[in-house]
C-alpha cells in the first residue's frame, strides 16, 4: 500500500486547510485509515481515524474542528482542519491498517507540513 498527502501549507490562526491521502496498490486489504501528526520534539499522535465502513474516531483536542472522510471510489482519505491553531502546527501523516494472519500491519505516507501562524 502506497499513500501520498497533499494539502499542507501555512495557515493564519483561525484559518481552514484540507488534507488528501490517496492510496494506491493493495487497497482491498486495508482496514481503516486515519491522520496522525508529529511536532517538533514530539511522538506521533493520533488525530482522526476513519474506518472501511464510516467509523470516525478523533483525538479530544480536535473534535469539533477537524472532520475526517473517505471517499472509497477515489481511494482517498481527507481531513477538513477549521479554526486551525499554533498548536496545530506539525507534519501530518496519513495512515492505513491493515490486519493480516501476521497481525496488524501500518503503513505510512511521507507526510505534508502545516504550519499555523498568530
Known amino acids: 500500500v502506497q499513500l501520498v498527502e497533499s494539502g499542507g501549507g501555512l495557515v493564519q490562526a483561525g484559518g481552514s486547510l484540507r488534507l488528501s491521502c490517496v492510496a494506491s496498490?493493495?487497497?482491498?486489504?486495508?482496514?481503516?485509515m486515519g491522520w496522525y501528526h508529529q511536532a517538533p520534539g514530539r511522538q506521533r499522535e493520533l488525530v482522526a481515524t476513519i474506518t472501511r465502513g464510516g467509523s470516525t474516531n478523533y483525538a479530544d483536542s480536535m473534535k469539533g474542528r477537524f472532520t475526517i472522510s473517505r471517499d472509497n471510489a477515489k481511494n482517498t482519505v481527507y481531513l477538513q482542519m477549521n479554526n486551525l491553531k499554533p498548536e496545530d502546527t506539525a507534519v501530518y501523516y496519513c495512515?492505513?491498517?491493515?490486519?493480516?494472519?501476521?497481525?496488524?500491519?501500518?503503513?505510512w505516507g511521507r507526510g505534508t507540513q502545516v504550519t499555523v501562524s498568530t
Open positions: 496498490g493493495s487497497i482491498f486489504s486495508v482496514n481503516a
Open positions: 495512515n492505513a491498517v491493515e490486519y493480516g494472519l501476521g497481525g496488524r500491519h501500518d503503513y
